[in-house]
């Protein structure tokens, strides 16, 4: 790309604050271009194929939906774009799961200003950027929707992740799966040092993103 063409970007984030601020950054010295902005998932496909931009950011949490669920779809009807995760989460199962939904950058949102220009520049010379990550392994391998096994959790630790983002208490996950409350604890806390989150809420959103379990079940119950 010339030096003298602007970068086309379109900004999806359901916080107009939020999408004004990356705006204003990227586009105060001309290296950048707004071709459109939207705030949800249904606008996203339409938003891409009508501006034709070189790159889209896009926030994980959308209202309701999750922004991970249109990139396998972008991936295959706009190879062209390149796709920036752009979220407040900054555990590395989040990063893990963009990934293998098929983003080719992942930056937080309190690094935005210092690491979106850098990572939009390295996705548009054909280097993924995930910063913050170090080398990653390769984690967690589930795209958003999928709802089979996640390699890094045994069978008992997913079925208790998927009962605590339902809502579930430990006792009463204890009394559906037959273990004790002890059981139930070590599950929970073992999933969640395996995918790097610090917080059973951070796990309730974790099976959102991912796909384990639909937006109606997601009340963040505490014991």
Known sequence: MPDSV??????????????????????????????GEAESVDEIATLVHRT??????IDIRLGLASGLAIVPA???????????????YDAPAFRRSARAAGAHGYVTKRNADTELPRAIRAVLAG???????????????????HTGDIPRLADRELEVVRYIARGHTNRSIGA????????????????????????????????????????????????
Not at 52 to 57: K, Y
């Open 74 to 88: 972008l991936r295959q009807t706009c190879p062209q774009v390149g796709i920036i995760i752009v979220t407040m």
């Open 6 to 35: 602007a970068i086309r970007i379109v900004v999806v984030d359901d916080h107009a604050l939020f999408r004004r601020g990356v705006i204003d950054l990227l586009c105060s010295n001309g290296e950048f271009e707004l071709v």
């Open 127 to 145: 280097r993924g950027y995930f910063g913050g990550e170090g080398r990653d392994p390769g984690g967690v391998h589930l795209s958003p929707g």
């Open 176 to 223: 559906l799966l037959g273990i004790s409350v002890k059981s139930v604890e070590s599950y929970r806390a073992r999933s969640m040092q395996k995918l790097g989150l610090s917080t059973r809420v951070d796990l309730v959103r974790y099976a959102l993103e991912v796909g384990l379990i639909g937006d109606e079940g997601s009340s963040e119950e505490e014991e």
């Open 52 to 57: 034709q931009p070189d790159v889209a950011l």
